[in-house]
């Protein structure tokens, strides 16, 4: 079954911790991407990685990390410096064709305390 | 990308035919319509794209019409698991815009039985 995963779909961290969120896709698309979704608002994009090894600063990356050491996996690091990080994230992914269709995957609900 | 204007919110009864309106009279020449629906809680559901012909898949049908400045999109027999929110988005692959989907307020659309 060709697809994206997210996990957890919960996650509760104090604040101050650092805390890492998986996306992996298995569909051999080239590019991924990070959104966040604040309640009654639409998404908003926090990075996207092209290719493997190269990834570019979307609308709001402060206080946010990611890597794309593989094909398949964009993880999400939200740092202690992100200064409201409790959201709904959203990782997506897309061939990276002229019509740029991107999939997403179900979501991370992030609370923090 | 152009914005778009949606009506905040539509009913339709179930078996119905949802038909969704949405206002892009800013378009340009080479940007696509984009439809994608959320469903409480989960990730955005890509639905239909199209540049200006009319589209159908096995989700539904995009009209555009020959201005390209509206566009329908039209869920043939609507059920109670189409209740989501439905968002039209016009964008151009590349330059500045890449990765970025700008999602709206959305259409909040509930079928009721």
């Not at chain 1, 590019?31 to 309640?39: E, G, I, K, L």
């Not at chain 1, 959201?87 to 999939?103: I, M, P, R, V």
């Not at chain 2, 400045?69 to 189409?82: N, V, Y």
Request: hydrophobic letters at 30%; glycine letters at 8%.
């Amino acid at each position: 079954d060709g697809g994206i995963t997210q996990s957890p779909k919960y996650l509760f961290r104090k604040e101050g911790q650092n805390v890492t969120l998986s996306c992996e896709q298995n569909l051999n698309h080239d590019a991924m991407y990070w959104y966040r979704q604040d309640p009654g608002q639409g998404l908003r994009l926090i990075y996207y990685s092209q290719i493997v090894n190269d990834f570019q600063k979307g609308d709001i990356a402060e206080g946010y990390s990611v890597s794309r050491e593989k094909k398949e996996s964009f993880p999400l690091t939200v740092t202690s410096a992100q200064k409201n990080p409790t959201a709904f994230y959203l990782c997506a992914s897309s061939k990276g064709d002229t019509t740029d269709t991107q999939y997403f995957g179900p979501g991370t609900r992030l609370t923090v305390l | 990308d152009a914005k778009t204007t949606q009506p905040p919110s539509m009913d339709c009864a179930e078996g119905r035919a949802a038909n969704l309106p949405c206002n892009h009279s800013t378009i340009s020449g080479n940007e696509y319509v984009y439809w994608y629906r959320q469903i409480h809680s989960q990730g955005p559901q890509y639905i239909i794209h199209g540049l200006k012909n009319n589209e159908t898949n096995e989700m539904a049908s995009l009209i555009i019409t020959e201005d390209r400045k509206s566009s329908t999109l039209i869920l043939p027999h609507a059920t109670l698991r189409d209740t989501a929110v439905y968002y039209c988005i016009v964008r151009v692959f590349g330059g500045t815009s890449y990765g970025k989907l700008t999602f709206g307020q959305g259409t909040i659309l509930t079928v009721h039985p």
